[in-house]
């Protein structure tokens, strides 16, 4: 059963800096998707990733796909308020069906 | 264009009732996805429909049904509701492509008393 799992699951930092967030997978995958949730609202999609060393930029945001490691990494450079929301990583995998399993999220906030 | 509706956006039902949720996909997408999204958790898979079929199925009982319509529309039957099924429940649609990039809707949110 394929497992996601993020970390840090809840991220507080100061407006101006960055960090980043990790996210692993417990099998072989297809892609890898990056989503924002502001509360209350529904999911936008940030990013899709196909392969190994695939890197996308947009923005503040930074994700990248190790598919060898099976790790993601979503990277926040110089951190605004406005980025403060809740990031999932998300795994395709294709079985006989196409199944997205989510990571369980990480709550960031970022203080001015 | 328009994209992913559902409805209604909010519902309110007692334990034992049946509730049906609708959603629309973006026009030209034809598998439709059905989560459930309990409040501080990532969605969690419940169907997966592409042209008219059900390719993929979460591990939810079988209260839990759905169709596609000709149009790719797409409806989510819970039956004999439980508090637990208080949640969010997302639709998303997509095109199946290289990237499967799904668009999710706004949501429906289930309250169960």
């Known amino acids: 059963e394929l497992k996601v799992e993020q970390n840090p699951l809840f991220l507080s930092m100061q407006e101006g800096k960055n960090y980043t967030i990790y996210c692993n997978y417990s099998t072989t995958s297809d892609r890898l998707y990056w989503y924002r949730q502001d509360p209350g609202k529904s999911l936008e999609s940030l990013f899709v990733l196909l392969s190994n060393g695939a890197v996308k930029q947009e923005g503040r945001l930074m994700a990248s796909l190790d598919t060898k490691a099976r790790l993601s990494t979503l990277h926040i450079t110089a951190a605004v308020h406005d980025l403060s929301a809740t990031y999932f990583c998300a795994v395709d995998m294709k079985t006989s069906y196409d199944k997205v399993i989510f990571g369980p999220g990480t709550s960031l906030s970022v203080i001015p | 264009d328009a994209g992913v509706t559902q409805s209604p956006t909010h519902l309110i039902k007692t334990r034992g009732q049946h509730v049906t949720l609708r959603c629309s996909p973006i026009?030209?997408?034809?598998?439709v996805s059905w989560y459930q999204q309990v409040l501080g958790q990532g969605p969690q898979f419940i169907f997966q429909?592409?042209?008219?079929?059900?390719?993929g199925r979460g591990n939810f009982p079988d209260r839990f049904s759905a169709r596609q319509f000709p149009n790719y529309s797409s409806e989510l039957n819970v039956n004999a509701l439980l508090l637990g099924d208080s949640a969010l429940y997302l639709c998303?649609?997509?095109?199946?492509?290289?990237?499967?990039?799904?668009?999710f809707g706004p949501g429906t949110r289930l309250t169960v008393l």
């Open positions: 026009s030209g997408h034809k598998s």
């Open positions: 998303a649609s997509s095109t199946r492509g290289r990237y499967n990039e799904q668009f």
């Open positions: 429909y592409y042209e008219k079929e059900e390719r």
